[in-house]
Nanobody, 126 residues
Framework: QVQLVESGGGLVQAGGSLRVSCAASGRTFSNYAMGWFRQAPGKERESVAAISWSGGTTYYADSVKGRFTISRDNAKNTVYLQMNSLKPEDTAVYYC???????????????????WGQGTQVTVSS
């Protein structure tokens, strides 16, 4: 069992920056790949970014490439998403998720993530 708690969401102006964090507890954090997902009002949940258990490999959705950066600090059991050059269309509830990496890893595949946080709201004003 893994518990995930997001924090750091808030209201920012377009073009601004924000960093959201996800603190993990329970099972060993480093055994899991981590991902960030988001869900805007009236839309399906979508993948944003993912990072391997070691932090050596990252993936990003096309919509955020060059603007967002995912990172992790296993000593602190925390994963981060640095969001720069924010746009109004980035407005959503942001969720972190953990995927157990046994025989493989599916970085941006929502259905393969095993544990989810409750989300943190990010609102970007136009």
């Amino acid at each position: 069992q893994v518990q995930l708690v997001e924090s750091g969401g808030g209201l920012v102006q377009a073009g601004g920056s924000l960093r959201v964090s996800c603190a993990a507890s329970g099972r060993t954090f480093s055994n899991y790949a981590m991902g960030w997902f988001r869900q805007a009002p009236g839309k399906e949940r979508e993948s944003v970014a993912a990072i391997s258990w070691s932090g050596g490999t990252t993936y990003y959705a096309d919509s955020v490439k060059g603007r967002f950066t995912i990172s992790r600090d296993n000593a602190k059991n925390t994963v981060y998403l640095q969001m720069n050059s924010l746009k109004p269309e980035d407005t959503a509830v942001y969720y972190c998720a953990a995927q157990s990496v046994g025989s493989g890893w599916y970085p941006l595949a929502l259905k393969h993530y095993d544990y989810w946080g409750q989300g943190t709201q990010v609102t970007v004003s136009s």
